[in-house]
Nanobody, 119 residues
């Protein structure tokens, strides 16, 4: 059974940094992409970043480009989202997701972790 467990959310001030982690288990992810999404109250879910597990290639949403960095640790089966220069607009529930590289869809989702940025 695939499990994605996020951690690292919390309350920070604008300009601070925060590091989210996603621990993946239950299958081999070598042919998967791992993504971070977020959803703020009353808004649609927004793509944040993704990384291909096999070669580490990354892609970012425009609103976080230059501030957020996604990385993976193959040995620990963990994907990390380093968030710098946080803004109140980054406040949302952040979700980790996994899906096959050959499909645009994500098959597995974590339960989410709350990130709140105060001004």
């Amino acid at each position: 059974q695939v499990q994605l467990v996020e951690s690292g959310g919390g309350l920070v001030q604008a300009g601070d940094s925060l590091r989210l982690s996603c621990a993946a288990s239950g299958r081999t992810f070598s042919r998967y992409k791992m993504g971070w999404f977020r959803q703020a109250p009353g808004k649609e879910r927004e793509f944040v970043a993704r990384i291909t597990w096999s070669d580490g290639s990354t892609y970012y949403g425009e609103s976080v480009k230059g501030r957020f960095t996604i990385s993976r640790d193959n040995a620990k089966n963990t994907v990390t989202l380093q968030m710098n220069s946080l803004e109140p607009g980054d406040t949302a529930v952040y979700y980790c997701a996994a899906g096959p590289v050959y499909s645009p869809a994500y098959a597995y989702w974590g339960q989410g972790t709350q990130v709140t940025v105060s001004s």
